[in-house]
């Protein structure tokens, strides 16, 4: 008996795997989407469905959204059996939440026919063609083409009171959340002693009255340039030797949130208490590429390798990547939109270059 080949197959549910999908689905293709499984091994690890930006709040920057009283154009434009998925959908006007921006990027790819299957890939075997892949609960699937849109997750510490705060107060992107009113004119803390914390701690700059950054050791892991930055920069306060040990604030009343963070010193023990409204971790992502099994090309710190400057291709032929996965730079839900595009725009031609499509 022959088994049924899918055209297409994406794997993810943030921007980039629903931006794939309406690219694909319009493209004629018939995408199959996994969205990933509701575990709650998924949602400890920031892997649940429907991407990182599911876990915030506002989002002020997605290009399209400015704020208004989006009610009316909410509950019309998704489905009544997914409202569920939103958060309470609010009168007053208010920029976007990440999970309406999300259950209106899932509606459009399915309006176009996308097929959406709620579980994850768990192994791929990308050695011949068709691809074949396995789920957790599904069964297996075959594919000519493949988009890999699972995203990265944000490290954080583990602290229980790190959970408590999370998005009220804890964040692990400034880009994102930086400019939000709790964070303006008040201290704040970045742990990492990274570029990209210097980079965040920076830019929290313009907002905050002071930052400091939490380093484990006596001095930044950063590039030099990335150090003198810090060093010269007046609101910037190094806090070393030191690890956080607890988040603190009222947990009770989120307007208050975050009021501080107490940090131990890694030599003596001792602990401080620093005034903040905001702790934002810089210690790194983990791109979500385990069920690869190291089959697909990557950079050394594990993020997929486009093996062609400003194409999505993969080092292997008929398998794209979009989206954070790709990319430790940007880290963006409209770039990883972009990328997302461009996967599917990728896959339709290399589907056509075979004669498949
Ligand atoms: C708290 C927070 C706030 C943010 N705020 C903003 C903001 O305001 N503006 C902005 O532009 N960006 C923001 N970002 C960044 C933005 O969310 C990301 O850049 C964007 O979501 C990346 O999109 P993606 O499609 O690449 O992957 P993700 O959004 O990471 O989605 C990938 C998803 O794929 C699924 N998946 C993973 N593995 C598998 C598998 N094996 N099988 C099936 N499915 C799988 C999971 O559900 C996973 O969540 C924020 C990020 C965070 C964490």
Redesign the pocket.
Known sequence: MSVHVENCII???????WSAAIYAARANLKPLL????MTEE?RVM???????????TE????AGFPTGKIKVFLESAIDSDRHYMLPPIEEHPHAVT?PELMELMRQQATNFGTRVIT????SVDLSGKPFQLNTSESGSFQAHTIII??????NYLGLPSEEVFR?KGV???A???GALPRFRNKPLVVVGGGDSAVEEASYLTKYASKVHMILRRGEMRASKIMQQRALDNPKIELVKFSVVDEVLGDANDMRVGVTGVRVKNVDTGTTTVLEAAGMFLAIGHTP?TN?LSGQVEKHANGYIRWTQPYRTITSVEGVFA????ADDYY??????AGT?CMAALDAERYLAGVGVH
Do not use: K
């Open positions: 794997i993810g549910s943030g921007p980039a795997g996994f969205e990933g499984a998924n920031g892997r649940y469905p429907m991407g990182q930006l599911a876990q915030t989002v002020e920057n997605y990440g579980d994850d890939i768990v849109a699972t995203g990265a997750s944000a998005n964040s692990a992107c880009v994102c959340d979500n069920f979009a989206g954070d996965v880290r963006q839900a409209i770039t990883s997302g």
